[in-house]
T-cell receptor, first 112, second 117 residues
Framework: RKEVEQDPGPFNVPEGATVAFNCTYS??????FFWYRQDCRKEPKLLMS???SGNEDGRFTAQLNRASQYISLLIRDSKLSDSATYLC?????????????FGTGTRLLVSP | GAGVSQSPSNKVTEKGKDVELRCDPI?????LYWYRQSLGQGLEFLIY????????KSGLPSDRFSAERTGGSVSTLTIQRTQQEDSAVYLC???????????????FGPGTRLTVL
């Protein structure tokens, strides 16, 4: 089983739609959680951290359920520019340093 | 300011040849990471450098892979006797670690796309 699992998609949605991505992680000792965004043939960039209490950044809302080892990302009022791959990232200890483990990503396509 | 830079951006090589990939981290970032991303796959951790400490090499897939970081700044990832399965995008990231061994946000370079024929 992969340490971080995501639905690969693609999710095809019209502009203005609300879309949600889910992610599960296997290591219950994982300490920090993030969503990264990766555009086609570009490097990943941090979108937002995910906190236990849930957090919101504009149209983006991230939530964490530690009991279920589940992370979500909600995008409201989708824009064409939101089209990208969204990577679920989990940070845990590895031989003394905190290692990031990346999911394979969920691809989002927003159409006019 | 300048971000993480990597060179070359693209590298095509023949099976069996050695390649060197270079990473220039953000100035002042003491932590440096190498990852690779194969088509349709997630990022795979390769190696981690932190200051003058011994690197964490736990992610290197074979002894054909090695990396150095000279002077605590520039890093070179070397792949010897390349194989076709080494074809991937090799990404470098750097960060400025916070206290207690916690790493701050990782900033990625644009990557080197390696194709082994």
């Amino acid at each position: 089983r992969k340490e971080v699992e995501q639905d690969p998609g693609p999710f095809n949605v019209p502009e203005g739609a609300t879309v949600a991505f889910n992610c599960t992680y296997s290591n219950s000792a994982s300490q920090s959680f993030f969503w990264y965004r990766q555009d086609c043939r570009k490097e990943p960039k941090l979108l937002m951290s995910v906190y236990s209490s849930g957090n919101e950044d504009g149209r983006f809302t991230a939530q964490l359920n530690r009991a279920s080892q589940y992370i979500s990302l909600l995008i409201r009022d989708s824009k064409l520019s939101d089209s990208a791959t969204y990577l679920c990232v989990v940070k845990g200890m590895n031989t003394g340093f905190q290692k990031l483990v990346f999911g394979t990503g969920t691809r989002l396509l927003v159409s006019p | 300011g300048a971000g993480v830079s990597q060179s070359p951006s693209n590298k095509v090589t023949e099976k069996g040849k050695d390649v060197e990939l270079r990473c220039d981290p953000i100035s002042g970032h003491t932590a440096l990471y190498w990852y690779r991303q194969s088509l349709g796959q997630g990022l795979e951790f390769l190696i981690y450098f932190q200051g003058n400490s011994a690197p964490d090499k736990s992610g290197l897939p074979s002894d054909r892979f090695s990396a150095e970081r000279t002077g605590g700044s520039v890093s070179t990832l070397t792949i010897q006797r390349t194989q076709q399965e080494d074809s991937a995008v090799y990404l470098c990231a750097s960060s400025f670690p916070l206290a207690g061994g916690i790493t701050d946000t990782q900033y990625f370079g644009p990557g080197t796309r390696l194709t082994v024929l």
